[in-house]
């Protein structure tokens, strides 16, 4: 692979030409990610990404299936398309296409849809019940059997009144506070499904990933909140260049 000039579109009317690297596709590039602010100034973004070369667009980022490298999803993504049009993909081709590339992903990155997060073949859905699911569990935990139980092992733990009450209320701020964030992200997720089901299948796959692997999620959250202050669009990983809607043909 050699190393190219390649002009990305980062913005409809903002473009810029960066060197980026060239893959066994002519018409795909590898380059380093773009983001505006704004105030329209670009910098680097995290990761890399593929570059549609005849309109400048992303098409997708590392990460953006799991742990594929962007060769090979290049070489995937050839099978499925002629990347010389402007508008290479149809709906059909395009969902064959990112079925192929997670299924890719997960080989290679040894990770097997979790069983507790529901049917593989609807993400979005799939979190969406197992996220009831807990709601429900959590709201149940409030009836008096429960809170019996439950004062039945705050007094096993220790038998000072004030250090119950201390327990007692962090136990019920923790459920409290999940059942709000459960409430949020299903409603989030529920109106993504109705107005772009695609989009928000990609999403639940990304948050199951996430979830699962429980390794990164501190350095994100600290990360967009610097973002957020600079002013500047939120990194999110595997999300949203994949691929690009106006590469997709009607």
């Known amino acids: ?10 913005l409809d009317d903002q473009s810029i030409t960066i060197t980026g690297e060239s893959t066994s596709n002519p018409h795909l590039a590898i380059t380093p ?5 704004k105030d329209g100034t670009l910098s680097f973004a995290d990761g890399r990404i593929i570059t549609h070369i005849p309109t400048g667009r992303h098409v997708m980022g590392s990460g953006s299936f799991g742990a ?3 060769h090979k999803a290049v070489e995937i993504m050839t099978r499925h398309a002629d990347w010389s049009k402007d508008a290479p993909l149809t709906k059909d081709s395009a969902a064959a296409m ?11 990155r040894g990770w097997p ?16 019940g197992t996220s009831l699911d807990d709601a429900i569990k959590r709201h149940q935990a409030t009836s008096p059997e429960v809170r019996e139980k439950r004062q039945a092992y705050v007094d096993a733990v220790t038998d000072i009144d004030d250090a119950k009450r201390t327990i007692e209320t962090l136990l019920m701020m923790e ?7 459960l409430y949020g992200m299903t409603y989030a997720l529920a109106v993504l499904h109705r107005l772009d089901p695609r989009t928000a299948d990609r999403v639940a796959d990304h948050l199951v990933l996430e979830w699962d692997a429980g390794d990164s999620l501190g350095e994100w959250m600290w990360q967009w909140r610097t973002e957020l202050d600079e002013g500047k669009p939120l990194s999110l990983r595997g999300y949203p260049e994949t691929a690009a809607e106006e590469l997709i043909d009607g």
């Open 1 to 10: 692979m050699t190393l190219i000039p390649v002009t990305v579109l980062v």
């Open 33 to 37: 990610a773009i983001r505006a602010g």
């Open 68 to 70: 594929i490298s962007l």
């Open 98 to 108: 990112r079925r192929e590339l997670w299924a890719a992903g997960d080989s290679d």
């Open 113 to 128: 849809w979790p069983d507790w997060a529901g049917d593989r073949s609807t993400p979005a859905l799939s979190v969406i």
């Open 175 to 181: 459920s409290n506070s999940r059942y709000v964030e």
